[in-house]
């Protein structure tokens, strides 16, 4: 997606479905839900970046017991040097939520790419 917050309400709607029809237990789909407009709302800002400000992606996948979502991005254009995805939610006070909602969230960072990996248990099936 475009680093465009008005695509937020699309991401949470996409998120909150992929949760439940892949079967993750309320309370938790919610949680990796929030989770994930959180960390995209403190990479993109209030504003509409420009066209060329690079993308978000955010991927989903899972296996029998977890849906793993991963959110992935350069950093924003004229963002300070050292910038990341956690120092971002820091800056907003909103890394002690974050990691209330989801306590094992892992930040990693590979050479320019910024990446944010979720878990959430599924239920099991019959």
Known sequence: MSKDPRFLPTVYDLTAKTAELLGCHVRPATAITNAVVMIIEAVV?????????????????????????EVATEPPAG?????????????????????????????????????????CTLSPRP
């Open 45 to 69: 800002g209030p504003s509409v970046q420009p066209s060329n400000a690079g993308l978000i992606d955010v991927r989903f996948e899972a296996d029998v017991e977890m849906l793993h979502v």
């Open 79 to 119: 963002r300070r040097p050292g910038w990341s995805v956690e120092a971002a939610l820091v800056e907003r006070r909103q890394l002690d939520s974050l990691r209330a909602l989801i306590p094992d969230i892992e930040f990693v960072t590979r050479e320019h790419r910024h990446l944010c990996r979720l878990t």
